[in-house]
């Protein structure tokens, strides 16, 4: 028998992304420990800055799909979670106390720890479905239409959409090969950061690895690197409404 530790690595290095679900739902006690979990991550000063809103309305679900770039399983999978940074909840607890946090609740750190916290809690939620079974794919699509997504979940100021998060059972005889990582070598590194002609190296021993995944994952019709993904992916700017948006939604930035 499998020690729990190895288990758990086991676990943690064979991380999928699933984007195909069945039918069968869920059953709460699974959620309910998913939350759980997610609860227990850590969060800064043990403010746990975030809210999780599990979305069951079909017509919703529906349009946060279309609004992630027509992502079919954020309908299929069983269950369809926003995680989002929550100040809204630290600024009313301020009013009932009578503390002025205004100027703390503007501050760029404010967004940040609220972000984190709820990234972590979001990790949380995923590794304690895979412990369980199921399958998750992280859902930053809906991104896409901020103000849109904001409106139909009617989230108040200082609140906002980090990504959503599919869960469900997957045919286990369809699960997308392991997809490979970086080298370690290539972003762990000891006392400072190491010079970029240090590291790439490393990046073309991945490039070729990664050009001779994408080979067999698509029986040769695609010709690609890490290098030329990253790079062709990132050339046209995306979601440059993001700070307009963010300004408005009660994070401007100071």
Not at 123 to 132: F, G, K, R, T, V
Not at 226 to 235: P, Y
Request: charged share 25%.
């Amino acid at each position: 028998m499998k020690s729990v530790k190895k288990h758990t690595v086991e676990l943690l290095q064979n991380h999928r992304s699933i984007r195909r679900f069945s039918n069968k739902k869920i059953p709460y006690d699974d959620i309910k420990n998913i939350i759980l979990s997610a609860q227990a991550a850590s969060s800064s000063s043990h403010g746990q800055s975030y809210s999780i809103i599990n979305v069951t309305d079909v017509k919703k679900r529906k349009l946060l799909s279309e609004y992630a770039g027509n992502q079919e399983q954020v309908v299929s999978s069983s269950h369809f979670f926003v995680f989002c940074a929550d100040l809204n909840r630290l600024e009313q607890l301020s009013n009932i106390e009578e503390v002025d946090l205004t100027e703390s609740l503007d501050s760029t750190e404010m967004f940040i720890i609220a972000t984190v916290d709820a990234s972590l809690a979001a990790q949380n939620a995923a590794i304690a479905a895979e412990a369980l079974g199921l399958g998750i794919v992280y859902t930053g699509g809906i991104r896409n239409h901020p103000e849109e997504v904001s409106a139909l979940l009617n989230l108040p100021n200082r609140v906002y959409p980090i990504f959503g998060m599919c869960f469900g059972y997957y045919d286990k005889k369809q699960t997308p090969e392991l997809k490979p990582r970086l080298p370690i070598d290539a972003v762990f590194f000891e006392n400072e950061y190491k010079p970029f002609s240090e590291t790439f190296p490393y990046i073309q021993e991945y490039d070729s690895i990664m050009e001779h995944y994408y080979r067999n994952r698509t029986s040769n019709a695609r010709n690609d690197n890490w290098t030329k993904v990253m790079t062709n992916k990132r050339k046209v700017p995306r979601r440059m409404n993001m700070k307009s948006f963010l300004e408005k939604q009660g994070f401007p930035f100071k």
